[in-house]
């Protein structure tokens, strides 16, 4: 990132990528990934975690992932709107099973059974994450719920967990899918982050990105940006990386509240201040960026 030399940053801090190295023990968060652990490791069929768009529900899975990669065979669906066939043969390819059995559905489905049977007899269970779950069709849910009935005297062979939008709520709550939601033992709602609690995860992924030395973003600077992210993992993510391109457009070391006020007029899908003048002081962050393309010249020594 441009401005990554001139805070003395290792690499950019406020990246939107599900980066477990900057996974924030979030009480929300952590309590969520908690529940997941005692879920799987009781044997449960179907784990649910939903929250907002934004909620930090894909680091989630992916810091679960990591967790259980030691103990389980891991299959991750991340874009599942498919149709019941569509599901299996992802499912397949994640688990190795030869394209050629892909084809006739009898032939996939006792691939599928049979793998099971040879991952749970060698002590790693196949763990089936799927993300965007609310995208689900109704009958690739319920044909979801058929393939957990594979099970021995003892245990299931498939477990689930579905990370969705609220959304996946309003589907399950329909009676064609009570059968489903009845098996979904566990569920958890991921909350927004308070504000105190914004202001610590600035810090920490800044700590992550390798920053030493003084405070980079001021106190009211954080404030701000908790306020009108309204607590959204991302949104303080787009917020905090736009007031670094603001501040080093101005040659700034700090990152001061007018910066984030930049930020936030840029920015379309957080909470808009109330006063919306543009001080002199400030050019925008869209401005900002073009300056520091030209003072990087300078500042970096290039």
């Not at 805070?7 to 979030?26: C, I, M, N, S, V």
């Not at 179907?46 to 894909?58: I, L, Q």
């Not at 689900?136 to 021995?152: G, K, Q």
């Amino acid at each position: 990132m441009i401005y990554n030399q001139f805070f003395g940053l290792k690499e950019a801090p406020f990246q939107l990528t599900p980066d477990t190295h900057y996974f924030f023990e979030y009480p929300s968060h952590l309590e969520a990934l908690n529940t997941l652990i005692l879920a799987i490791k009781s044997g449960e069929g179907f784990v649910k975690v939903t929250g907002e768009v934004g909620t930090g529900k894909t680091l989630l899975s992916r810091k679960l992932m990591r967790m259980c990669a030691a103990s389980f065979t891991l299959a991750y669906i991340p874009n599942p709107r498919l149709s019941p066939a569509g599901l299996q043969r992802a499912l397949a390819t994640e688990l190795e099973i030869p394209a050629k059995l892909h084809h006739d559905a009898h032939q996939l489905l006792n691939a599928i059974y049979l793998k099971l049977i040879e991952r749970q007899r060698k002590g790693k269970p196949i763990l089936l994450v799927i993300d965007e779950a609310q995208t689900l069709p109704e009958d690739t849910l319920e044909s979801l719920r058929l393939l957990t009935n594979m099970e021995t005297e003892k245990s299931k062979l498939l477990q689930v967990v579905l990370f969705g939008q609220p959304e996946l709520d309003t589907t399950l709550n329909q009676d064609n899918l009570r059968q489903l939601k009845q098996r979904i033992v566990f569920n958890y709602y991921l909350k927004p982050m308070a504000p105190k609690a914004i202001e610590h995860y600035i810090d920490h992924r800044l700590e992550r990105a390798g920053y030493q030395g003084q405070p980079l973003v001021s106190v009211r600077a954080k404030r701000k940006i908790a306020k009108h992210s309204q607590g959204i993992p991302r949104l303080i993510n787009i917020l905090a990386h736009k007031a670094l391109m603001a501040a080093y457009g101005q040659h700034s070391t700090t990152v001061e509240s007018r910066h984030v006020s930049a930020a936030i007029r840029d920015t379309e899908s957080v909470m808009p201040e109330k006063n919306t003048r543009v001080p002199l002081t400030v050019l925008g962050v869209s401005a900002s960026i073009c300056i520091a393309l030209t003072a990087g010249f300078f500042v970096l020594g290039v």
